[in-house]
């Protein structure tokens, strides 16, 4: 396991909350009211409203002194996110989608945890999924695991955004998210974690995650493509063990091979000919 350098005892322990948000003006308020009502303290809250053109600037309004916000030209979801952590002042950075909400207690349940794991550097809770506004049950595939779980990882999002809490030293050690990715951003910043670092999960549910509407970067189409970015990126690093090349390897391979069948089928061969010979190029 790799080390980092400890932060000193005097860094501020706050727990800075980093929500972006772009025209979910439904959405946000609930989503703030979940992180005002939060059991602990000192809590810095940053929403970074990224050019939003319904009433989301109105709504922020009405939480004036209670929150930051920084507003931005529309950059998509990762500048925004990283112009928050960058302005942000607490050890801890927790993220939260703006579509999504915590339940009172889920900072209080991961602060514990860095108390009794003071080596642990990232951990996320479990998730209450709500689609269409009715409770449903993750596949076992989405199961959360915990500790190293880069290979897992590789075939399938197993972290998500909204459910984790970082300490500062570790995107410190590994870098911001993407920005040049507009979708996947999360996925390429938890390889770039779980390659090195355990990721751990608590054995409790404190998020609740809403899905199901039109403008989820999730339900964009060809979104392996940026999957297949970020295995490709990592490739080229030298933070990999064999083991874990080799597997990252057969995953690109899979997922560049049914990507490349897909674009065959609607005709567009050329896309389909560049990711065949990205096969060749690690094989």
């Given at each position: 396991?790799?080390?980092i350098?400890?932060?000193p005892e005097?860094?501020?322990e706050?727990?800075s909350?980093?929500i972006?948000?772009y ?10 009211d979940s992180?005002?009502?939060?059991t602990?303290s000192p ?5 970074i ?13 009405h939480?004036e ?29 927790a993220?939260?989608?703006s579509?999504?909400?915590w339940?009172?207690d889920?900072?209080?349940?991961q602060?514990?945890?860095?108390r009794k794991?003071?080596?642990?550097l ?23 695991l915990?500790g190293m779980i880069f ?15 970082i ?17 996947c951003e ?15 999960t ?20 060809g979104?392996?493509?940026f999957?297949i970015r970020?295995?490709e990126?990592?490739l ?8 874990q ?7 690109l391979?899979?997922k ?5 069948e897909?674009c ?8 389909a000919?560049y990711?065949n010979?990205?096969?060749d190029?690690?094989t």
């Amino acid at each position: 396991m790799n080390t980092i350098e400890k932060t000193p005892e005097k860094i501020n322990e706050t727990v800075s909350v980093i929500i972006p948000t772009y025209n979910r003006a439904n959405w946000i308020c609930e989503a703030l009211d979940s992180v005002l009502s939060q059991t602990v303290s000192p809590l810095e809250t940053i929403v970074i409203d990224d050019g939003s053109n319904d009433d989301t600037p109105e709504r922020l309004r009405h939480y004036e002194n209670r929150i930051t916000v920084l507003t931005q030209t529309n950059k998509g979801v990762s500048a925004a996110r990283n112009a928050g952590i960058k302005v942000a002042r607490g050890r801890y950075v927790a993220l939260l989608d703006s579509d999504d909400l915590w339940e009172k207690d889920k900072l209080a349940c991961q602060l514990d945890f860095f108390r009794k794991n003071p080596d642990a550097l990232i951990c996320q809770t479990g998730e209450i999924w709500i689609r269409h506004g009715k409770r449903v049950n993750p596949m076992s595939k989405h199961k959360k695991l915990s500790g190293m779980i880069f290979e897992p990882s590789l075939k399938l999002c197993l972290v998500s955004p909204s459910a984790v809490m970082i300490k500062r030293e570790l995107l410190d050690s590994v870098g911001l998210f993407d920005e040049s990715l507009p979708a996947c951003e999360d996925y390429d910043l938890w390889l770039r974690i779980s390659c090195r670092y355990p990721i751990y999960t608590t054995e409790t549910s404190h998020v609740v995650k809403r899905g199901g509407h039109d403008d989820q970067l999730s339900r964009a189409p060809g979104l392996d493509r940026f999957r297949i970015r970020a295995i490709e990126k990592i490739l080229g690093t030298d933070t990999l063990t064999p083991e874990q090349r080799l597997e990252a390897i057969l995953v690109l391979t899979e997922k560049c091979r049914i990507y490349a069948e897909g674009c065959r089928k609607r005709g567009r061969f050329d896309e389909a000919d560049y990711y065949n010979r990205l096969i060749d190029d690690f094989t």
